[in-house]
């Protein structure tokens, strides 16, 4: 389990980021080459899913499989609003 301190100062620095060349070199700083394009392959499938795109079309449209967008799904299902927050933020 994650120290809750540890969740929250990571938390404080990311609010500190002051626009996209700051996140972008954070991110590849802190993820692995492999974790960062996981994250952004897990934002595509969630961004199709809330347009209710199929799960097939989600397939083949990103190159993942079928398995990656049901995972993507039940994170939706099962997420605490983060995703459907910054969504709507991003209109």
Known sequence: MIPLSHL???C???KKVRNRSEALILL???LTPRELASVVERWQIVKCLMKSMPHRKISQ???VS???VTRG???LKYSRGGFRLFLWRKR
Do not use: P
């Open 12 to 14: 404080d620095v990311l």
């Open 73 to 75: 799904a039940k994170a």
């Open 8 to 10: 929250n100062e990571l």
């Open 66 to 68: 079928i398995d990656k």
């Open 28 to 30: 590849k700083d802190i």
């Open 61 to 63: 449209t990103l190159g």
